[in-house]
């Protein structure tokens, strides 16, 4: 498992958006690794995209037979983010692999490789011990995950390969337990804020309107209302609450000595499913022509993401009952159920009826420097896997 992981590390799957060439060389590799394992049927449905070279954007299916034809997906994503600022790598190169107590660190290495490998053992492992599993079990590894999933788990439900009665695991978030299942998620909502004023010298400000100043007062007095307004709490959720964070800040003039003209804000919002993202995006207008009118700036408003959350899977359902059984029996702690904020393949599954589950046993060091993954969790999430197979 570690030496399957570490050689997954070494091929970076970077999304062209991010300058990447996409999951093809990385795709190959693995299905070398799968052929290998004498597995029922592997399909590629790979999507096409003229930006990468290759032209592709691959997604593979693996299949072991089981007794009926249910069956238990198991989806992971092949892409990963870029490594980012290389100085903060303290413990590895990012796609140097190395171990460390017990960790393997690199990018990609929790998000979402550590997953990966524990859900290729425990079919590799079924295999080796002869034991036919229940249902069949299928693994899905997925393209374009981190940039909205159009080539990847979108591309692969269009083919319609995934049926209401399946069992559907996402390992792509959880906690440092595996004590947590995600059935639900919240709505998100992010949006660029571009206010306009007029570009002068410092030392005559009268002659120019300041984009920044106002664009800061702005956004401070934007965060003050949607905070207050949309603070309820839903126990059932981590965090319970609504997040609104500023976020990304363009970079404005090159000089001290310059009144920028224009000034660029960010906002990532993850709201809890009883809003209304049009009510929000009203109170933001509203404000936006307030502030417009008393300072004599244009402030632009622009989304440029927003996704809706799903009905959530029911608590209730199989695939919910039966990885909690697992974890009951393997982990022997009790499971809990609930909603978080972030997005993933799930929630495509979700939106079309199919009730999928989110869990993994991971220290969410995810899209950090010294990204790692814990050989101890990969081994015992394979063995979750292989209870829920047989079970
Ligand atoms: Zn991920």
Known sequence: MVQTLMSLIRIPA???????????????????????????????????????????????????????????????????????????????????????????????????????????FAVKTLKELDIKPSRTVALAFVSDEEQ???????????????????????????????????????????????????????????TGLNAHRIGMQFALELDRLLHEKYSDKDEYFDPPETTIEPTKKEANVDAINIIPGEDVIYFDCRILPRYNLEEIIKDVNNLRTKFEKQTGAQIKFEPTHKTVAPKPT????????????????????????????????????RRIGLPAVVWSTIDEVAHQPNEYAKIDNMVNDAKVYASIATM
């Open 314 to 349: 029911d608590p209730h359902a199989p695939i919910v009952e039966m990885l909690a059984e697992a974890i009951r029996n393997i982990r022997k702690i009790e499971p809990k159920v609930g909603g978080i904020g972030g997005g993933t393949c799930a929630a495509f599954f």
């Open 14 to 120: 970077i999304a062209p958006e991010n300058g990447g060439e996409g999951e093809l060389k990385k795709a190959e590799k693995l299905n070398e690794f799968l052929k290998t394992m004498d597995l029922d049927r592997i399909e590629r449905y790979d999507a096409e995209d003229k930006r990468v070279q290759s032209g592709k954007r691959p997604n593979i299916v693996a299949y072991l037979n089981g007794k009926n034809d249910q069956k238990l997906w198991i989806v992971t994503h092949l892409d990963i983010v870029p490594p980012g600022e290389e100085s903060l790598w303290t413990m590895t190169k990012p796609f140097e692999p190395t171990i460390k107590n017990g960790r393997i660190y690199g990018r990609g290495s929790e998000d979402n490789m550590q997953s990966m490998i524990a859900s290729i």
């Open 148 to 206: 909205g999933s159009k080539y990847g788990i979108e591309h692969l439900i269009k083919q319609g390969l995934f049926n209401p009665k399946d069992l559907t695991i996402v390992p792509d978030s959880g906690n440092g337990d595996g004590s947590f299942i995600e059935i639900a998620e919240k709505s998100a909502l992010w949006f660029k804020l571009l206010t306009i004023g007029k570009q002068a010298h410092a030392s005559r400000p009268y």
